[in-house]
């Protein structure tokens, strides 16, 4: 046989099996943020705020790690320093560096995981398969009150897990969401925590906080990316299916379900920003999959919680507007109010502001929490972002996880306290399932 033809039948027989021999040779390449900086810049005009954020069209050179209508903090690579100068000066705005090298954060993030012992903690963060091997522990050692499911598979073919916690018939339900975006990596540390604590505290209040509420929690929902975020691009944020249309890849999970989609510029067309909505709704299957779970058992859900970060803020509806608001909004801002104070009160005195979506951060339409709160009926339903408010951002330190995650167990006690007393927590249900 003719080496052309050899070479030819092999090259064919690796396609068919899903990679070329040449693509298996190439070493998966870190992404590296050398120099890169971050920005805080002030804006007072939407004329100057628009203008800063076209830069985050050059995706190379710029990339919004957060915008709440009067500030937006920008990563800027170290060739984009004049032009980003250049572009303070043109809108007449001034710029405070909050973070000088992105890239020694992330390598101090390495070096703690290195450093650590391999059980499983609080102490380090920890890649997927730590995790799902962590969550087999839970289910082995606690096997009277947890069951292990699985919302679906991702584009990759990677399972979606979720653990139920359950003491009792009749509880109210509370659905947590952790990691739609898959470099928040703090939210699904805090997920984590907050199980370990559910299921072993000692505590009399969490206790009850634990067996009074029927608890499904998803410590990764966007698990490909969030590989990627491991293996390859510490600061990606989106899915990891590809576009028909474009040579970038994935989709902002948490602007991709079937509520108000890519209503009032709350989301991007552009399959290569940051907040592209995805060609159509629910075109993720990790979204397609959360959905359908939740269609399904939304009788037993009184509570959703999306847990993100950064920026130290609880956001009910709506997000794809802020001319209009929830018919239970006063109460929304109560039970908001009850998370806030509490978690002021540790000793941290971390302060959590509080409003709309749309509101007081960015419009964001096809949201997790306005999707639960308009489609599935479930009127008390919130974005949690997490620390920090910029000394961080996205690459908040190891040592964050237990303060973080313990202001979050005092806000959910206080917000379903208080969820209680207005009445949003009687059982939605009359027949037991999952």
């Known amino acids: 046989m003719k080496p052309y033809i050899l070479l030819a039948i092999i090259i064919i027989i690796s396609l068919a099996n899903g990679a070329s021999v040449f693509k298996k040779r190439e070493p998966k ?25 076209d830069l985050t069209k050059l995706k190379q050179n710029f990339s919004l790690w957060h915008d709440d209508g009067s500030e937006c903090n920008l990563m800027v690579a170290p060739s984009a320093l004049p032009l980003f100068e250049e572009r303070l000066r043109l809108v007449n705005a001034t710029a405070e560096m909050f973070i000088a090298n992105v890239q020694d954060l992330i390598d101090q993030e390495n070096e703690a995981g290195t450093r650590a012992d391999a059980t499983f903690g609080w102490t380090r963060y920890h890649n997927l398969t730590e995790i799902d091997a962590w969550l087999d522990t839970i289910l082995a050692n606690h096997p009277e009150v947890t069951m292990g499911f699985v919302l679906g598979q991702s584009y990759e073919g990677r399972d979606i897990r979720g653990l139920r916690i359950s003491y009792k018939w009749g509880n109210p339900g509370v659905f947590i969401e952790s990691n739609i975006h898959a470099r928040e990596w703090i939210t699904s540390a805090t997920a984590t925590w907050l199980i370990n604590e559910l299921l072993t505290s000692k505590d009399e209040s969490v206790r009850e906080l634990a067996e009074s509420h029927d608890w499904y929690i998803i410590p990764v929902l966007n698990v490909d990316g969030f590989v990627y975020t491991h293996e390859t691009d510490r600061l990606w944020r989106k899915t990891r299916q590809p576009s028909l249309i474009s040579d970038c890849i994935g989709v902002d999970a948490n602007r991709n379900f079937d509520s108000h989609w890519m209503e009032n510029g709350g989301a991007s067309s552009d399959p290569c920003d940051e907040t592209y909505a995805g060609p159509y709704p629910l075109s993720e299957p990790e979204i397609k999959a959360m959905s359908d779970f939740i269609s399904i058992l939304k009788h037993k859900m009184n509570v959703m919680l999306a847990f993100h970060s950064y920026s130290q803020l609880l956001l009910s509806p709506y997000g794809h507007t802020a001319e209009e608001f929830p018919d239970n909004y006063n109460d929304l801002m109560l039970v908001a109010k009850a998370y806030s104070d509490a978690v002021n009160g540790l000793p941290y005195g971390t302060i959590y502001k509080y409003g709309s979506s749309a509101g007081i951060l960015y419009p964001a339409s096809g949201a997790t929490n306005d999707w639960a709160y308009n489609e599935q009926d479930i009127k008390i339903s919130y974005t949690i972002e997490f620390r920090d408010t910029g000394n961080f951002g996205f690459v908040l330190p190891a040592a964050f996880i237990k303060p973080n995650a313990e202001e979050t167990l005092i806000g959910i006690m206080a917000l379903l306290a208080e969820s209680k007393r207005l009445g949003y927590l009687e059982p939605k249900y009359t027949f037991d399932g999952i």
């Open 29 to 53: 390449k870190k992404v590296r943020y050398d120099n890169y900086r971050v920005f805080k810049i002030k804006y007072k005009s939407p004329m100057q705020r628009q203008s800063l954020l």
